[in-house]
């Protein structure tokens, strides 16, 4: 039963332009939303995260947007630049120190 | 080095043997913990644990142990290891205040042959 889900196993997108990531979860009971930027033979690193009580989290270059009414969320990178090209991961809190992520999307921007 | 840190980087073994990873931080975390990457699964938690001497199953601790004698050190240990068992492991740490912030170390790409 995956509870998070990213459909998007691939994404490529031209250097400069906007970067949307997409991430659906099934349980309304999630307290935090994260994202996590991997590159290659590298742990996940913390990008950004949103409290499910908002609907809208902002770090420079990068912004969540959480629509709890369509248990979705997605990440935004402007403008997207060489450097991001990585796998992203969405997770999800279940509260009781678990994280529960999704499968992950390889994000590559080309020059 | 601050951070944390595992070893070894990678491992290849047999069916049936015994393997440990090995998991280090320096910051003092209390929390600390153990994943698995496999191709179409994101990470999923074997193991967590809150405390020395206290450890908890996650989500797919079948054929795992693990132990936490000391804050810092988390070993991984599959007592005999299946070919299931290929993947990349990762530990990570996090604070009592953050728990939903979590530190990944380089992980460990274990081969079962």
């Known amino acids: 039963d995956q509870q998070v889900k990213q459909n998007s196993p691939s994404l490529s997108v031209q250097e400069g332009r906007i970067s949307i990531l997409n991430c659906d979860y099934t349980?309304?009971?999630?307290?935090?939303f994260l994202w996590y930027k991997k590159y290659p033979a590298e742990g996940p690193t913390f990008l950004i995260s949103i409290s499910s009580i908002k609907d809208k989290n902002e770090d420079g270059r990068f912004t969540v947007f959480l629509n709890k009414s369509a248990k979705h969320l997605s990440l935004h990178i402007v403008p997207s630049q060489p450097g991001d090209s990585a796998v992203y991961f969405c997770a999800a809190w279940k509260g009781a120190q678990k994280l529960v992520f999704g499968q992950g999307t390889r994000l590559t921007i080309n020059p | 080095d601050a951070g944390i840190t595992q070893s070894p980087r990678y491992k290849i073994t047999e069916t049936g043997r015994q393997v440990t990873l090995m998991c280090h931080q320096t910051w003092s975390h209390s929390y600390m913990f153990w994943y698995r990457q496999d191709l179409g699964h994101g990470l999923r938690l074997i193991y967590y644990?809150?405390?020395?001497?206290?450890?908890d199953k996650g989500e797919v601790p079948d054929g795992y142990v693990v132990s936490r004698s000391k804050t810092e050190n988390f070993p991984l240990t599959l007592e005999s290891a299946t070919r299931s068992q290929t993947s990349v492991y990762f530990c990570?740490?996090?604070?009592?205040?953050?728990?939903?912030?979590?530190?990944f170390g380089p992980g460990t790409r274990l081969l079962v042959l």
């Open positions: 349980n309304s009971m999630f307290d935090y």
């Open positions: 990570a740490s996090s604070e009592g205040s953050r728990l939903e912030t979590q530190y």
């Open positions: 644990s809150a405390a020395a001497d206290i450890t």
